[in-house]
Protein backbone atom coordinates (compact mmCIF):
# COMPACT_ATOMS: atom_id res chain seq x y z
CA UNK A 1 0.00 0.00 0.00
CA UNK A 2 3.08 2.01 0.73
CA UNK A 3 4.44 1.46 -2.52
CA UNK A 4 0.83 2.45 -4.43
CA UNK A 5 0.90 5.86 -2.38
CA UNK A 6 4.29 7.03 -2.84
CA UNK A 7 3.29 6.50 -7.05
CA UNK A 8 0.69 8.11 -6.55
CA UNK A 9 2.16 11.01 -5.09
CA UNK A 10 4.97 10.52 -7.76
CA UNK A 11 2.80 10.84 -10.68
CA UNK A 12 0.89 13.84 -9.11
CA UNK A 13 4.10 16.01 -8.43
CA UNK A 14 5.25 14.84 -12.17
CA UNK A 15 2.12 16.23 -13.45
CA UNK A 16 2.47 19.27 -11.03
CA UNK A 17 5.67 19.57 -12.86
CA UNK A 18 4.45 19.59 -16.03
CA UNK A 19 1.19 21.81 -15.68
CA UNK A 20 3.68 24.53 -14.04
CA UNK A 21 6.25 24.37 -16.38
CA UNK A 22 3.34 24.43 -19.18
CA UNK A 23 1.56 27.42 -17.27
CA UNK A 24 5.47 28.85 -17.71
CA UNK A 25 6.81 28.58 -21.22
CA UNK A 26 2.71 28.52 -22.77
CA UNK A 27 3.35 31.38 -25.10
CA UNK A 28 6.57 29.97 -26.28
CA UNK A 29 5.29 26.03 -26.79
CA UNK A 30 2.06 27.96 -28.43
CA UNK A 31 4.20 30.28 -30.97
CA UNK A 32 6.39 27.08 -31.57
CA UNK A 33 3.49 24.77 -32.82
CA UNK A 34 2.33 27.82 -35.29
CA UNK A 35 5.75 28.26 -36.35
CA UNK A 36 6.16 24.30 -37.40
CA UNK A 37 2.54 24.76 -39.02
CA UNK A 38 2.77 27.74 -41.12
CA UNK A 39 6.50 26.51 -41.92
CA UNK A 40 5.04 23.29 -43.28
CA UNK A 41 2.45 25.00 -44.91
CA UNK A 42 4.53 27.68 -46.75
CA UNK A 43 6.68 24.95 -47.72
CA UNK A 44 4.33 22.45 -48.87
CA UNK A 45 2.99 25.53 -50.80
CA UNK A 46 6.24 26.45 -52.61
CA UNK A 47 6.73 23.10 -53.83
CA UNK A 48 3.32 22.96 -55.25
CA UNK A 49 3.60 26.37 -56.88
CA UNK A 50 6.81 25.69 -57.96
CA UNK A 51 5.26 22.48 -59.56
CA UNK A 52 2.48 23.62 -60.89
CA UNK A 53 4.66 26.53 -63.06
CA UNK A 54 7.11 24.35 -63.91
CA UNK A 55 4.19 22.28 -65.61
CA UNK A 56 2.72 25.83 -67.05
CA UNK A 57 6.08 26.31 -68.75
CA UNK A 58 6.42 22.95 -70.33
CA UNK A 59 3.18 23.62 -71.60
CA UNK A 60 3.83 27.10 -73.29
CA UNK A 61 6.91 25.25 -74.65
CA UNK A 62 5.07 22.46 -76.58
CA UNK A 63 2.65 25.31 -77.71
CA UNK A 64 5.35 27.43 -78.85
CA UNK A 65 6.75 24.64 -80.89
CA UNK A 66 3.31 24.03 -82.35
CA UNK A 67 2.67 27.60 -83.61
CA UNK A 68 6.00 27.21 -85.24
CA UNK A 69 5.59 24.09 -86.90
CA UNK A 70 1.80 25.59 -87.69
CA UNK A 71 4.40 28.97 -89.37
CA UNK A 72 2.67 31.31 -86.73
CA UNK A 73 6.01 33.27 -86.04
CA UNK A 74 4.78 36.05 -83.84
CA UNK A 75 2.94 33.94 -81.60
CA UNK A 76 5.75 31.73 -80.93
CA UNK A 77 8.23 34.34 -80.21
CA UNK A 78 5.50 36.03 -77.94
CA UNK A 79 5.36 33.13 -76.08
CA UNK A 80 9.25 31.95 -76.09
CA UNK A 81 10.14 35.65 -74.46
CA UNK A 82 7.60 35.09 -71.53
CA UNK A 83 8.94 31.78 -71.15
CA UNK A 84 12.86 33.21 -71.33
CA UNK A 85 12.09 35.77 -68.76
CA UNK A 86 10.24 33.23 -66.30
CA UNK A 87 13.91 32.95 -65.22
CA UNK A 88 13.75 29.20 -65.49
CA UNK A 89 17.42 27.33 -65.91
CA UNK A 90 16.09 25.08 -68.08
CA UNK A 91 13.16 26.46 -69.98
CA UNK A 92 14.65 29.92 -70.34
CA UNK A 93 17.57 28.32 -72.12
CA UNK A 94 15.90 26.24 -74.48
CA UNK A 95 13.46 29.10 -75.20
CA UNK A 96 16.02 31.54 -76.49
CA UNK A 97 18.13 28.54 -78.15
CA UNK A 98 14.98 27.99 -80.47
CA UNK A 99 14.90 31.87 -81.21
CA UNK A 100 18.36 31.80 -82.27
CA UNK A 101 17.93 28.77 -84.63
CA UNK A 102 15.00 29.67 -86.02
CA UNK A 103 16.54 33.60 -86.26
CA UNK A 104 13.06 34.61 -84.70
CA UNK A 105 14.61 37.97 -83.52
CA UNK A 106 16.04 40.06 -85.80
CA UNK A 107 17.06 43.23 -83.47
CA UNK A 108 20.58 42.19 -82.63
CA UNK A 109 20.21 44.71 -79.12
CA UNK A 110 17.79 42.79 -78.28
CA UNK A 111 19.03 39.49 -78.80
CA UNK A 112 22.02 40.60 -76.68
CA UNK A 113 20.11 42.11 -73.60
CA UNK A 114 18.23 38.84 -73.78
CA UNK A 115 22.10 37.07 -73.61
CA UNK A 116 23.07 39.40 -70.79
CA UNK A 117 19.95 38.66 -68.65
CA UNK A 118 19.72 34.73 -69.04
CA UNK A 119 23.60 34.63 -67.83
CA UNK A 120 22.58 37.19 -64.75
CA UNK A 121 19.38 36.17 -63.39
CA UNK A 122 19.93 32.47 -63.87
CA UNK A 123 22.16 29.66 -62.03
CA UNK A 124 23.36 27.60 -64.29
CA UNK A 125 25.79 24.25 -64.37
CA UNK A 126 29.20 25.12 -65.30
CA UNK A 127 28.88 23.49 -69.22
CA UNK A 128 25.58 25.00 -70.15
CA UNK A 129 26.84 28.72 -68.95
CA UNK A 130 30.11 28.65 -70.87
CA UNK A 131 27.88 27.10 -73.61
CA UNK A 132 25.73 30.16 -73.39
CA UNK A 133 29.34 32.38 -73.02
CA UNK A 134 30.21 31.00 -76.05
CA UNK A 135 27.04 31.76 -78.38
CA UNK A 136 27.12 35.00 -77.12
CA UNK A 137 30.65 35.81 -78.41
CA UNK A 138 29.92 33.98 -81.65
CA UNK A 139 26.51 36.57 -82.38
CA UNK A 140 28.82 39.52 -81.48
CA UNK A 141 32.01 38.23 -83.26
CA UNK A 142 30.98 40.24 -86.25
CA UNK A 143 30.46 43.59 -84.90
CA UNK A 144 32.94 43.91 -81.66
CA UNK A 145 36.40 44.82 -81.66
CA UNK A 146 39.17 43.07 -79.70
CA UNK A 147 39.21 43.78 -76.91
CA UNK A 148 35.45 42.84 -76.28
CA UNK A 149 36.37 39.56 -78.08
CA UNK A 150 39.05 38.37 -75.61
CA UNK A 151 37.23 39.82 -72.54
CA UNK A 152 33.51 37.56 -73.77
CA UNK A 153 35.92 34.60 -74.33
CA UNK A 154 38.40 34.78 -71.70
CA UNK A 155 36.15 32.57 -68.83
CA UNK A 156 36.29 29.82 -71.59
CA UNK A 157 39.82 29.73 -72.46
CA UNK A 158 41.44 30.27 -69.27
CA UNK A 159 39.72 26.79 -67.74
CA UNK A 160 39.13 23.21 -68.89
CA UNK A 161 35.93 23.08 -70.50
CA UNK A 162 34.59 21.50 -73.41
CA UNK A 163 34.05 24.90 -74.78
CA UNK A 164 37.42 26.06 -74.57
CA UNK A 165 38.97 24.70 -78.46
CA UNK A 166 35.67 26.21 -79.63
CA UNK A 167 36.72 29.62 -78.41
CA UNK A 168 40.10 29.11 -79.00
CA UNK A 169 39.41 28.43 -82.72
CA UNK A 170 36.46 31.28 -82.54
CA UNK A 171 39.47 33.65 -81.41
CA UNK A 172 41.17 31.99 -84.67
CA UNK A 173 39.10 32.61 -87.26
CA UNK A 174 38.30 36.20 -85.77
CA UNK A 175 41.72 37.42 -86.08
CA UNK A 176 41.99 35.70 -89.38
CA UNK A 177 39.37 37.72 -90.82
CA UNK A 178 40.63 41.00 -89.95
CA UNK A 179 43.76 39.76 -91.54
CA UNK A 180 46.12 39.25 -88.40
CA UNK A 181 47.53 36.36 -88.76
CA UNK A 182 50.04 36.43 -86.41
CA UNK A 183 47.38 36.32 -83.58
CA UNK A 184 45.23 33.65 -85.71
CA UNK A 185 48.31 31.84 -85.63
CA UNK A 186 48.88 31.60 -81.99
CA UNK A 187 45.17 30.58 -81.34
CA UNK A 188 45.24 27.87 -83.90
CA UNK A 189 48.61 26.00 -82.40
CA UNK A 190 46.78 26.70 -78.60
CA UNK A 191 43.79 24.85 -79.98
CA UNK A 192 46.52 21.93 -81.27
CA UNK A 193 48.84 22.21 -77.85
CA UNK A 194 45.10 21.13 -76.13
CA UNK A 195 45.47 17.33 -74.90
CA UNK A 196 42.97 14.71 -76.13
CA UNK A 197 41.34 17.11 -78.32
CA UNK A 198 38.52 15.65 -80.84
CA UNK A 199 40.23 15.02 -84.52
CA UNK A 200 37.85 17.53 -86.31
CA UNK A 201 39.07 20.18 -84.35
CA UNK A 202 42.41 19.12 -84.77
CA UNK A 203 42.16 18.99 -88.68
CA UNK A 204 40.13 22.55 -88.50
CA UNK A 205 43.44 24.20 -86.56
CA UNK A 206 45.44 22.35 -89.07
CA UNK A 207 43.40 23.37 -92.14
CA UNK A 208 43.44 27.01 -91.01
CA UNK A 209 47.07 27.00 -90.28
CA UNK A 210 48.63 25.40 -93.59
CA UNK A 211 46.27 28.55 -95.08
CA UNK A 212 47.79 31.15 -92.58
CA UNK A 213 51.05 30.01 -94.54
CA UNK A 214 50.49 29.78 -97.40
CA UNK A 215 49.36 33.69 -97.26
Given at each position: ??????????DVTEKSKLK????????????????????????????????????????????????????????????????????????????????????????????????????????????IKDLLIFKK???????????????????????????????????????????????????????????????????????????????
Amino acid sequence: MNQNLLETQYDVTEKSKLKRFYQSNKILILSSIIFIIVTLSSVTFYLNFKEKKIINLSNSYINAKVYLENNEIDKATNILKEIIFSNNETYSTLAFFIILNENLIQDQKELLNIFDHILKENKFEKEIKDLLIFKKALFESDSIDEVKMLDSLNPLINKDSIWKPHALLLLGDYFSSKNEYLKAKDFYIQTLSLKNLQREFYEYARSRLTLILDE
